[in-house]
């Protein structure tokens, strides 16, 4: 039998049908919904008289437009009260079980899928936001929809797609202490670039990835789509299961033994052939700073920002200067030299335990630099969120002068009341830096969570590994 | 979807290239929840003199004479005469939505965006590509004292109706197939119900935690 990959593997076991050009029906196992892409999905079920194909493959919470601090008196801005209001109708009225705002449950829905083992190994995961490819990191195939195709799963379960090709990134051998999940997405997308995965499902492998925890495998997934990939997974090994194990969605004991010795299959067979392939040595990378308006504008913390003078492709310099115009950055300007007004823990990408754990270790003992107007500490749900109380991290993070929130997307995209003022610069764990990302005019440096950390406490950036 | 088969309407002009999303349907009227509702909305920023914001009584808003849309020869036009790149910009889907609940049928242009193009055929709305000649030649037509009707017949590929005679377009034979059936990829899909029931049924043997 021909070597698969594990994306053949993922792929083929949801083949309903397959058209000569290949236009694939593939089925979809789990369906994550949140407030801001399903709203049009189910008034075109209503306008259509359709009902919802299977509801228990459904799952709902509210993340984008939930505000962070006390949700006793709701929420003020009346345009996110109605699409929260309208995802509480929905879930109702369609039967969907649904983590509403004041759930214990409650939280980003990229967090809240893999903690619950909503999302599986072996599971194809679709929900109409771009980062889903994060429940890659359990072994899933894991993508973005749009609002048609949200309205197209909840009506037949099963989406029309074509099959992307397969690309492997290695990330070979071990990273140095202090060096994280996060410093290792940024250094693969500033190596392949925004539009390196375009047309690719990417599977991350190497002794690096293997030695991340399954949040820190997230975290890489997370920003596969960055890298411009759809889908983004990682193999199933034994921390997969682990992870797994017990979880409430998760198989119960009567189908546990099967469940697992399938999910064991999940890997990529030896000689298995990709269409691209991309080493990356993991000692070469550094904690990482972005520096632009794009994640692959990004350098390792005791770089400088670049020189669009020395960029040999016209199109890309000019790129350059309008991303350093934007940030108010100059060329030759030490990364550790730059101060954020503003310090973001949280988003899908950095808002899990082992990420509150990494940036308390740095925070414990210090104070918030006087420089830095705020900082925010958002959990990624209710439980990551009750986790790091348990732990006392919630003591070192207001001790140390950070505000601890309610979990949701807060200052990653700035639908709520979390954001930054024109001009005013932030260190955020969350993925894109985008132009106006989090609030019009706002400057945003990706970085990880001890790094976020490391900069609140010193007023600049600063290697993690210094302090 | 309604079946789309012959079609005559008015043809509005919109002469200019590279028409965005966003001049589409400003972003600030993404936050809705519904999908229909945004055809007074469409072009919010061309068509009338003030700053639009969800929620306003757009019938009291003051309109700006100038734009084609609300020249009175143009009223109840369903076939929008579009310039090169026409829907440029996001994904989202918000801007075939306005534009069809405004009562666009057809875009006629040399050009479209590749995902707004893909969105259209999912809302029901006809983009249809001609060469620059032509659509300059109907350009000035649409634009002379009385208004420009045309015929649009899907089945013939075919616009009539202008001064030149019939004028022939392509579309790929599937997408025409749907539009003409009134298939969206729903409908589309749920042809093939017996084969979404057979993968699940195999699946629940095969894998039963997946059904809990
Ligand atoms: S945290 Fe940010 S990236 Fe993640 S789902 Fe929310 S808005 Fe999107």
């Not at chain 1, 670049?306 to 199109?315: I, K, L, R, T």
């Amino acid at each position: 039998m021909k070597a698969k990959t594990l994306y053949d593997k993922l792929w083929d076991a949801h083949v309903v049908r397959e058209e000569a050009d290949g236009t694939t029906l593939l089925y979809i196992d789990r369906h994550l919904v949140h407030e801001v892409t399903s709203p049009q999905a189910f008034e075109g079920l209503r306008l259509a008289g359709r009902p919802l194909w299977r509801r228990g493959a459904n799952l709902a919470t509210a993340d984008h437009n939930v505000p962070t601090t006390d949700r006793s008196r709701g929420i003020a801005d009346p345009v996110s009260k109605v699409q929260v209001d309208t995802l509480d109708q929905n879930c109702a009225e369609f039967d969907i079980v649904e983590f509403g705002m004041n759930d214990p449950r409650q939280g980003i829905v990229h967090v809240v899928g893999p903690e619950q083992g909503a999302t599986l190994p072996g599971m194809t995961v679709v929900c109409g936001d771009s980062h889903t490819s994060t429940h890659g990191a359990v072994g899933a195939l894991a993508h973005g929809i749009g609002t048609s195709e949200v309205e197209h799963v909840l009506a037949t379960q099963c989406l029309i797609q074509k099959k992307s090709k397969a690309m492997l990134v290695v990330v070979d051998g071990t990273v140095g202490p202090g060096v994280t999940a996060k410093d290792i997405v940024l250094a693969i997308i500033g190596r392949i670039g925004t539009a390196g995965g375009t047309g690719y499902a990417i599977e991350f492998s190497g002794e690096a990835i293997r030695d991340l925890s399954i949040e820190g495998r997230m975290t890489v997934c997370n920003m596969a789509i960055e890298a411009g990939a759809r889908a983004g997974f990682v193999a199933v090994d034994a921390k997969t299961i682990d992870y797994v194990r017990g979880r409430p969605f998760a198989p119960g004991p009567e189908h546990w033994d099967r469940a697992v010795a399938h999910w064991q299959t999940l890997h990529s067979d030896d000689g298995a052939e990709f269409d691209r392939v991309v080493v990356i040595p993991a000692a070469e990378i550094r904690p990482q700073v972005t520096w632009g308006t794009s994640p692959e504008m990004v350098v390792a913390v005791d770089g400088a920002v670049p020189d669009p003078a020395a960029e040999s492709d016209p199109v890309k310099a000019d790129g350059m200067r309008r991303a350093l115009d934007y940030m108010g950055l100059h060329a030759g300007t030490p990364i550790t030299e730059i101060r954020p007004d503003k310090v973001f823990i949280g988003s899908c990408t950095n808002s899990r335990i082992e990420d509150l754990r990494a940036a308390a270790a740095v925070a414990k003992g210090r104070k918030v630099a006087a420089g830095i107007r705020q900082a925010l500490v958002v959990p990624g749900s209710g439980p990551v969120k009750a986790q790091a109380e348990r732990e006392g991290l919630d003591r070192i993070f207001i001790d140390a002068g950070f505000e601890w929130r309610e979990p949701g997307c807060s200052m990653c995209l700035a639908m709520n009341a979390d954001r930054l003022e024109a001009g005013e610069r932030c260190a955020s764990t969350s993925n894109r830096n985008f132009e106006g990302r989090q609030g019009q005019g706002g400057r945003t440096h990706l970085v990880s969570p001890a790094m976020a950390a490391a900069a609140a406490v010193t007023g600049h950036f600063v290697d993690v590994r210094d302090l | 979807m309604d079946r789309f088969v012959t079609f005559t309407g008015v043809v509005c002009p919109l002469d200019r290239s590279n028409v965005d999303t966003d001049a589409i349907i400003p972003k600030q009227f993404l936050k809705s929840i519904k999908r229909t509702g945004f055809g007074p909305n469409l072009f919010d920023a061309w068509r009338y003199l003030d700053h639009g914001e969800p929620g306003m009584d757009n019938s009291r808003r003051p309109v700006n004479p100038e734009f084609v849309l609300n020249d009175p020869r143009y009223a109840g036009a369903s076939i929008l005469l579009a310039r090169e790149n026409f829907g440029c910009g996001s994904s989202r889907e918000h801007a075939p939505w306005a534009l069809a609940d405004y009562g666009f049928k057809v875009i006629v242009a040399p050009s479209y965006a590749d995902i707004f193009y893909n969105n259209s055929f999912k809302n029901g709305l006809l983009p249809i590509v001609l060469n620059a000649a032509t659509v300059d030649a109907l350009f000035d037509q649409a634009q002379g004292s009385e208004a420009l009707t045309l015929t649009v017949d899907l089945d013939a590929q075919q616009i009539r109706g202008g001064d030149g005679g019939p004028i022939g377009f392509d579309i790929d034979p599937f997408r025409k197939h749907c539009l003409l059936e009134g298939l969206d990829d729903i409908g589309l899909t749920l042809q093939h119900v017996d084969d979404i029931r057979a993968y699940e049924a195999k699946r629940r043997v095969e894998a039963p935690w997946l059904f809990k």
